[in-house]
């Protein structure tokens, strides 16, 4: 029968390791700052973060878990850590839909860790505008959820915009009611963004039938109305709850239980390849038969895998559309490199957004 060791002995060898981590951590904090100066004296401005590294340095920390911890719990302890680090070589604004509490700041965080200054702007064009001027240096941008599909304006906003697509980050979404009065009988109107209200259909005709409902420009916006008047409630995360000292009245309320919001990462940089990416194009072709088909069939020719395809009206003809396609692979991996110019060859207009690391978890 084995031993038990002495809680007082444990303890003592907890305290020692945690000597040892908090050493390692600011040992690895000195050479960012050595890594910052070098990219200084080579003339390097503007961000030093790079999402292919930072991409690359997750997954290897995974291959290298082996437990107890999850994968999910070490890439969070890591992205964490390298965000403190980064914001020792040089702080980022990231610009968010605002305000405070939205799932768009909370996929900010997710994707940046917490040592970054998160920007709350009112509107996605306002994001876009923010990053395009250099008021921030990324953008966080909901482009797609998986019960109610695209966010419109987002993809519209790709059109105009110069900018590139630098990353991908998903968030699982629980939609709570909450407000002041903590009772459905006395809530007369709910507010919440038109996506959450879509996604909580079921549940608000069978719970909420005699409330209005009201859309506004995101959840946070309606956390801080309801918090004005007592007989109103909000959609929201969590967050938004805290944030404007609102009573969870019911949590989870979405209709489908696996409800993800993909973002996407905007900025002025194109990430490097790192053998687990995907790349995000908008094309458009000729109002004809079997113009979609010509298309894409290099791709599959290629053997690359089409992730995703969505259509939207191109404004310039009638039932003329422009689709958005995301594929795996990087621009520059040999095959992807090799399909892109083939389709450009049968398209009228071809844009590429950008080629980006997969989200890591």
């Not at 878990?65 to 070490?74: A, F, I, R, V």
């Not at 990231?94 to 970054?116: S, Y």
């Not at 996506?195 to 259909?201: D, G, P, V």
């Not at 956390?223 to 938004?240: H, S």
Request: with cysteine.
């Amino acid at each position: 029968m084995s031993s038990v060791i002495p809680l007082s002995e444990l303890r003592d060898k907890i305290d020692a390791v945690d000597a040892e981590i908090l050493q390692l951590i600011n040992q690895r904090a000195c050479y960012a700052m050595e890594v910052a100066k070098t990219k200084i004296a080579q003339g390097e401005q503007g961000t030093f973060y790079r999402p292919d590294r930072e991409s690359l340095v997750l997954r290897r920390i995974m291959e290298l878990n082996q437990g107890p911890l999850s994968d999910h719990t070490t890439v969070r302890f890591f992205r964490e850590l390298m965000s403190a680090c980064l914001a020792l070589e040089k702080p980022m604004d990231i610009a968010f839909l605002g305000p405070e509490g939205t799932f768009t700041q909370q996929a900010a965080f997710k994707h940046f860790g917490h040592a970054v200054k998160t920007i709350p702007v009112p509107t996605i064009n306002e994001i876009f505008s923010a990053v395009e001027l250099n008021k921030c240096q990324f953008g966080v941008v909901p482009v797609e959820n998986s019960t109610e599909g695209v966010i419109s304006h987002t993809l519209d906003r790709f059109l105009t915009s110069p900018l590139q697509i630098c990353g991908e980050v998903e968030i699982r979404v629980h939609q709570n009611l909450m407000g002041r009065s903590g009772s459905l009988a006395d809530i007369t109107e709910v507010f919440s963004h038109q996506q959450s209200l879509a996604q909580c259909r079921q549940w608000l005709d069978k719970h909420l039938s005699h409330a209005r409902l009201t859309a506004v420009n995101s959840n946070a916006e309606a956390a801080r109305l309801a918090a004005l008047n007592p007989f109103t409630a909000a959609i929201a995360g969590i967050a938004a709850s805290e944030v404007y000292n609102l009573d969870i009245i019911e949590k989870n309320i979405e209709d489908e239980p696996n409800n993800t919001t993909r973002f996407m990462i905007i900025g002025q940089q194109s990430p490097s390849a790192t053998g687990n990416d995907k790349t995000t194009m908008v094309v458009s072709t000729d109002n004809q038969p079997g113009a979609l088909y010509k298309m894409l069939e290099p791709l599959a020719k290629l053997g690359i895998d089409m992730v995703n395809i969505e259509s939207r009206p191109s404004r310039q003809a009638l039932w003329s559309y422009i689709f958005f396609i995301d594929i795996d692979g990087h621009c520059e991996d040999e095959e992807v490199a090799l399909a892109l110019d083939k389709v450009k060859e049968s398209v009228k207009i071809f844009k590429l957004l950008g080629s980006y690391p997969k989200a890591v978890l």
